[in-house]
């Protein structure tokens, strides 16, 4: 079981890794480009800010999936420091599992808002409707609850073993 979900969340970590790798080159290029056409031309890209904002919400989600991977996320540690050395496993479980439950929330209203801006047909530029890039909102969520539920995994399997 503990094999399955490394190669789970190694195989994520590799589609995540080229996503942002490939999202920041095409940012990296597009600032680059807006930059010589402005200074050099007095033209730019007119969609090409919009686009590097939306590229921003992108990274930030992806990023943020794999940080909840190395455990490098924001977090309050006041639990940690006054639980016993004991019940400490146990007590990241149940925090693991209450942060998850909040990102499966957040996942959903995310999917709501994107139900509301199909709708609406908010369109950003030259027809491309606002909600392709909108749509990382519930996946970036979904993605960190899930990256949750394999720690979760992880640790009980830790737990199981000792």
């Known amino acids: 079981m503990q094999k399955l979900l490394k190669s789970i969340d190694k195989s994520l970590s590799l589609v995540e890794n080229s996503f942002i790798v490939a999202i920041v080159t095409v940012m990296v290029l597009l600032s680059f480009l807006q930059l010589v056409l402005r ?7 007119l969609w090409g800010d919009t686009f590097l904002r939306h590229l921003v919400l992108w990274v930030g989600f992806i990023g943020a999936s794999l940080a909840t991977r190395d455990e490098k996320h924001i977090n309050i540690d006041l639990l940690g420091r006054i639980t016993p050395k004991k019940y400490f496993s146990y007590m990241r ?6 942060t998850m439950i909040v ?33 990382i909102i519930p996946i970036g969520f979904a993605l960190i609850g899930f990256r949750f539920l394999l720690k979760i995994l992880e640790r009980m399997i830790t737990l199981n073993k000792a």
């Not at 200074?39 to 890209?45: E, K, L, R, S, V």
């Not at 479980?93 to 209450?98: G, K, R, S």
């Not at 957040?106 to 709501?112: H, P, W």
């Open 39 to 45: 200074n050099f031309f007095d033209y730019g890209i």
């Open 93 to 98: 479980i149940v925090i693991d599992l209450v």
């Open 103 to 135: 990102c499966i929330a957040l996942a959903r209203a995310g999917y709501v808002f994107l139900k509301y801006e199909i709708e609406a047909n908010t369109i950003l530029f030259n027809d491309v409707p606002a909600w392709y890039f909108q749509l």
